[in-house]
């Protein structure tokens, strides 16, 4: 029997770390996952994946990503259930076994830095004096 599940998305929100009372790492994120088509409107959806990591993993894990990082995960899927107010729920998650980090480190902050190093500054001193006539100045 086979159970493997790879994915590559982006994180919707930052991870969230914790320890079992072992303290063992446990990591979770959700990952946005665009399906391969798009909607009879044209737009693209998108599937949001609960991810489980464990131990040094997961702390790599919550270290490094944060939200909008696009990561790849690659593990098995799992269900499990819990019961709440005589309610059953069913939750299917992917345990990660490995979770590559798929930008540099702070990529998203240079692309954000270099588009605005790209506009041009109006009041960037280019070594000529800047003429303001007096009908301008406030005072």
């Not at 086979?2 to 009372?21: A, H, Q, S, W």
């Not at 990952?31 to 994946?49: K, S, W, Y």
């Not at 997961?58 to 995960?73: I, Q, W």
């Not at 692309?111 to 000529?128: I, L, M, T, V, Y």
């Amino acid at each position: 029997m086979m159970n493997r599940v790879t994915l590559v998305g982006r994180l919707t929100n930052d991870p969230e770390l914790r320890y079992t009372p072992n303290g063992v790492g446990v990591c979770t994120f959700t990952l946005a996952v665009n399906r391969p088509f798009t909607n009879q409107n044209g737009d693209r959806e998108a599937d949001f994946i609960r991810v489980v990591v464990w131990r040094k993993a997961a702390e790599s894990t919550a270290e490094y990503l944060k939200k909008g990082n696009l990561a790849g995960v690659d593990g098995r899927l799992q269900t499990r259930s819990y019961e709440k107010n005589g309610q059953r729920f069913f939750i299917t998650e992917v345990v990660a076994s490995s979770v590559q980090f798929l930008e540099p480190k702070g990529s998203r902050n240079r692309s954000q830095q270099q588009s605005k190093s790209n506009q041009r500054d109006p009041f960037a001193d280019e070594g000529e004096p800047i003429e303001i006539p007096d009908s301008d100045l406030p005072f």
